[in-house]
């Protein structure tokens, strides 16, 4: 089945500093990718759609300053989450769309500790 | 967008047979319906997608009916390891934009 990978799986930083979390897709090319944010016992929330060459789509709610966006391959998207806070502590997962098969598949999630 | 709905949570057996229904009363022409298998700690794992009448892998059964306002994803004979949380999602490509929204999802605990 189709695969995406996450990394790094666990991050640990201290409050202002910037973290990246690269999501691939490793067997498949990806348009779009989609990046949620899962707090304990919650389901996922959709934080940003990311579309290849252009720039990301944010849901209401979400700083786009805050949380930057890169899609700069058919296989990798990136989320930088800036100046992070400790109320930034999350688990972020990400997924991208198998076109073919008109499917999402998800990676295995990153979590984030912000002291 | 279908918003969909499931039971909160679900108990069953080892060995049993274990249905799970989602609602989805405004599901759009275009709209797949795909069921995830979420462990804690860990990303959803796909089981199994649809669009209309059956699906079946070696895992699951996705029972869809011709409104395709439900769907019913069945798992066979259960084990203790199928204990998680279980989401339906329905979404589409529209002119090459995706949408999908998640759910709450069942929490399917499977007792010894």
């Known amino acids: 089945g189709a695969v995406v990978s996450q990394h790094p799986s666990r991050v640990i930083c201290k409050s202002g500093t910037s973290v990246k979390i690269e999501c691939r897709s490793l067997d498949f090319q990806a348009t779009t990718m989609f990046w949620y944010r899962q707090f304990p016992k919650k389901s996922l929330m959709l934080m940003a759609t990311s579309n290849e060459g252009s720039k990301a789509t944010y849901e209401q709610g979400v700083e786009k300053d805050k949380f930057l966006i890169n899609h700069a391959s058919l296989t990798l998207s990136t989320l930088t989450v800036t100046s992070a806070h400790p109320e930034d502590s999350s688990f972020y997962i990400c997924?991208?769309?198998?076109?073919?098969?008109?499917?999402?598949?998800f990676g295995p999630g990153t979590r984030l500790l912000v002291l | 967008l279908a918003k969909t709905t499931q039971p909160i949570s679900m108990d069953s057996y080892e060995g049993q047979e274990v249905n799970i229904t989602c609602s989805h009363n405004?599901?759009?022409?275009?709209?797949?319906i795909t069921w995830y298998q979420q462990f804690p700690s860990q990303g959803p794992r796909f089981i199994i997608q649809g669009y209309k009448t059956k699906v079946t892998n070696e895992v699951a059964s996705l029972f869809i009916p011709a409104d395709r306002k439900s769907s019913t994803l069945s798992l066979p004979r259960v084990s203790l390891s199928d204990t998680a949380v279980y989401y339906c999602l329905v979404g589409r490509s529209t002119s090459g934009t995706y949408k999908y929204i998640f759910g709450t999802g069942t929490r399917l605990k499977v007792l010894a």
């Open positions: 997924s991208a769309v198998d076109r073919l098969q008109e499917t999402q598949y």
């Open positions: 405004n599901i759009a022409t275009n709209d797949y």
